[in-house]
């Protein structure tokens, strides 16, 4: 019998890299999206023909239990939020809907149509916020500083509690920074790489950037969701750190990616005060000792290697473009 597994914000990073995985172990993909006036599949437009797309919506409950009964899958994989870290400053209301809330939504829905559908939740690293211990585990205290954090905070623990209040098989994956070409180009690595790209080809001649010294433990976002699926594929449910357990600062980001291209990145770094939080998070590192013991996980892309990657993907788009 075919696996089905849900992914919701199939269209975002994270979403376009597992239901390609999943496509790989044989699954049937159900992919949700949102109606929206304007709609982007780039991300999965080579798998699109191969996948299920569905309208729903995490502000509504009723379109989860519609899906749910309509399609029966067995995985659920909640990726869906507003997961860009200073808009949640500008709608936290609508934050909290979408990543505190909506998880909720989810939640209830699986527990009325069927329990024993297994349930994927995108916990954030931002939950640590203000950290409380280095590296951070599964047992360090949450600190978050932004409204998106807070509201991570409330779906985590929303996942936890529907776990063991309903012994409902539900997991919770915290996530640390993970990036790819996929990256939306609001999010500082890709700002990053394709600043490298524009400046590299002439087409700009600097890169403005916020606080330099801010400290993250960054790995490659197609590592990051076959743990997702391994949490879901282990004898009972749990909450599981994944992170490379190497933390590096922006400054040095910038260094690794202007250097690829033979530039140095302080003839080029703007610090503007525009883009700086107004609560900084200064450092991450994620302890993922238990995701290696338990489940056998490991990265296999460098914080080097990725940030090339990601430059040599800009710069092949960009010359694609402009020879189009």
Known sequence: MVKKA??????????????????????????????????????????????????????????????????????VYNLAAQSFVPTSWKQPVLTGEFTALGVTRVLEAIRFVD???????????????????????????????????VAKVYGHWITVNYRESYDMFAVSGILFNHESPRRGLEF???????????????????????????ERDWGYAGDYVRAMW????????????VATGTTHPVRELCDVAFAHVGLDYRDYVVQDPAFMRPAEVDQLIGDASKAKAVLGWEPTVSFEGLVRMMVDADLDMLQRNCGA
């Open 188 to 214: 500082s690595t890709r700002k990053v790489s394709h600043g490298v790209a524009m400046i590299k080809l002439g087409m700009a001649d600097e890169l403005r950037m916020g606080n330099l010294e801010s």
């Open 230 to 241: 391994m949490m879901l594929q282990d004898e009972k449910p749990d909450t599981y750190v």
């Open 6 to 75: 849900l992914i919701t914000g199939v269209t975002g990073q994270d979403g376009s890299y597992l239901a390609e995985f999943l496509l790989e172990q044989g699954y049937e993909v159900i992919g949700m999206v949102r109606r929206t006036s304007l709609l982007n599949y780039q991300r999965i437009k080579h798998i699109q023909d191969r996948i299920t797309l569905v309208s729903g919506d995490l502000l509504d409950q009723a379109s989860m239990i519609d899906i749910l009964r309509e399609y029966r899958p067995q995985e």
């Open 115 to 149: 329990p024993s559908i297994k349930f994927y939740q995108a916990s954030s690293s931002e939950m640590f916020g203000k950290v409380q211990e280095v590296p951070q585990s599964e047992k360090t205290p949450f600190y978050p500083r932004s409204p998106y954090g």
